[in-house]
């Protein structure tokens, strides 16, 4: 009996031997690549966390420098942040805050500068929409119509062709367009919730134009 099991044991050894010469090297690269993917997953997430951390710092920074209206350490921890840690969401929220700052402090050039680059940069839709929109407004204090029409005309998700509409009845108001102005304020009235705060601003303006877009007045 013991010589019958030492003979299946040998069997059995020899099979392994023989599967592991034929899948042995599959099998250690396969482990290989798989150690390897590992450590590569766990470095880019330490790595992430290391580019947001840095960033949200800077971002505190972005906000004290705008509430002390600092307008130098608003350009100079916003340069910080676009050098190195761009590719962030932090980075472009950065942006923006540090345009409103700059705009505030009397800088509409550095505003749109740090706008356009949040719009370029920015992989969120919504940032870059938000970031269009107020750089059509500037553009439009300017006096460059052409450049905000065409920052309007850029693509953007659907819960923003509200906002779009209402800067471009803005931008036909001042061109003395008020046909196409009530046109545009008209959309946008349309396309806001009721229940926002902004949609009461642009039947204001609608009312300045003479037009009354309730329901009550429409059915009149």
């Known amino acids: ?5 030492d003979l299946e044991e040998q069997e ?29 997953w766990n470095g880019w997430q330490f790595w992430q966390h290391k580019q947001a951390s840095g960033a949200a ?26 050098g190195q840690f761009g590719g962030t969401a932090y980075a472009q929220q950065g942006a923006l805050l540090a345009a409103h700052g700059l705009v505030a402090a009397g800088d ?24 269009r929109l107020r750089l059509a407004a500037l553009l439009m204090d300017s006096g460059d119509a052409e450049a905000a029409k065409k920052s309007l005309e850029a693509t953007r998700p659907t819960a923003f ?3 779009v509409a209402d800067r471009q009845g803005d931008m036909f108001l001042r061109a003395g367009q008020s046909d196409q102005a009530r046109q545009a304020y008209l959309k946008a009235y349309q396309l806001l919730a ?23 007045a429409v059915k009149s």
């Not at 009996?1 to 099991?5: C, G, P």
């Not at 710092?57 to 942040?81: G, H, N, P, Q, S």
């Not at 509409?108 to 970031?131: M, N, P, R, V, Y």
């Not at 009721?194 to 309730?214: A, C, F, H, M, Q």
């Open 108 to 131: 509409a050039t550095k505003a749109k500068q740090a706008l356009e680059w949040a719009a370029g940069q920015s992989k969120d839709e919504g940032l870059q929409a938000i970031a």
């Open 161 to 163: 062709e509200g906002l």
């Open 1 to 5: 009996m013991a010589q019958s099991l």
């Open 12 to 40: 059995q050894l020899d099979q392994i031997k023989h599967f592991w010469k034929r899948y042995g090297n599959l099998i250690t690269w396969v482990l290989l690549a798989a150690s390897v993917s590992f450590a590569g």
């Open 57 to 82: 710092i800077l971002f505190e920074e972005i906000e004290r420098a705008v509430a002390d209206k600092d307008a130098a350490r608003m350009e100079r921890t916003l340069a910080d942040m676009k």
């Open 194 to 216: 009721d229940t926002t705060e902004y949609r009461r601003l642009v039947e204001i303006k609608l009312n300045s134009l003479g037009v009354d877009p309730t329901p009550a």
